[in-house]
């Protein structure tokens, strides 16, 4: 199973013969020009050929209409998979011909991976996270979602294992790569005036999250954005944690958990349980 790296929460994952593409962010320029990729890159749309797309909430930064039209446009017989009726209605009006909508904690099938749908605690609209295993591993796909406590996060995947039929021996993760929401954010204290000083609870709260998955590798993802142009002063304030800071700070959490770095244009190479890291193979195969 490889997990190609398109750049913040965008994920072009090959599995059992099948493509799946996640939230879906073809253009560096976002939220009215607000926000932008970072670092910025450039995706061949042609070459992602997608048999399904999944677009995990309505967040401008996942739910790109742009991006939608464009795909659709080049493969009208890609499925949408979205748990938003919103997100659903538009992949249908930009040219989509099949849609689903399909709520958490969902076990799909598909013809070879199986699929289960993470929750988002207090999350306002629907939304979710996708778990994705085939007979070489298992990889999570948390994107914007917070499970809940530490607990809850490990009972989640206590039912996923029942789910994917699999029995994990103790000591043994079930999960080969996390690509995990790791970075709280200070946007609205920011605009709203609130306290910005590093958000030490918050930050623990997301290290104890991150370490009940019990992944043995994980890798930071849905974070790689800036605000840009005259917003650019912003990102000294609502970007507390470096990536950097993450992963040295994870070792030290959860010493059996392997921390590799989000390289934009990498491949993530799922085998027998592990995972390699190809820098370039992203690039190599012209997305």
Excluded at 30 to 56: K, W, Y
Excluded at 119 to 146: K, L
Excluded at 153 to 168: P, Q, Y
Aim: hydrophobic share 40%.
């Amino acid at each position: 199973m490889d997990w190609h790296c398109l750049g913040h929460a965008s994920w072009l994952a090959e599995t059992s013969g099948l493509r799946l593409l996640f939230d879906p962010l073809l253009d560096d320029g976002h939220h009215g020009g607000v926000f932008e990729v970072f670092p910025s890159r450039t995706i061949d749309a042609e070459a992602l050929r997608a048999d399904f797309v999944f677009v995990s909430h309505r967040h401008p930064d996942h739910f790109d209409l742009r991006s939608l039209r464009r795909l659709a446009t080049l493969d009208p017989e890609s499925v949408v998979v979205t748990p938003d009726p919103l997100v659903a209605s538009c992949a249908e009006r930009v040219g989509f011909r099949t849609v689903r909508i399909v709520p958490p904690e969902t076990t799909i099938d598909l013809d070879g991976p199986r699929l289960v749908t993470s929750p988002s605690a207090g999350a306002i609209e629907p939304e979710w996270g996708v778990v994705v295993a085939n007979d070489e591993g298992v990889v999570y796909d948390q994107i914007d979602t917070s499970i809940g406590r530490p607990d809850d996060v490990r009972t989640f995947f206590e039912r996923v294992a029942s789910a994917l039929g699999k029995r994990v021996r103790p000591g043994e993760p079930l999960v080969s790569l996390a690509l995990v929401r790791w970075q709280p954010l200070l946007e609205v204290d920011a605009m709203l005036a609130g306290a910005i000083g590093f958000p030490f609870t918050a930050y623990a709260d997301e290290l104890e999250r991150c370490a009940a998955i019990g992944a043995r590798v994980v890798c930071p993802s849905s974070a790689g954005a800036r605000h840009a142009g005259p917003y650019a002063f912003m990102n000294r304030l609502v970007y507390p944690v470096t990536e950097g800071r993450f992963v040295e700070d994870l070792a030290a959490r959860s010493p059996p958990t392997r921390a590799e770095r989000h390289v934009t244009g990498a491949t993530y190479r799922v085998r027998n349980g592990d995972v390699i890291v190809d820098r370039d193979g992203a690039i190599r195969d012209g997305l």
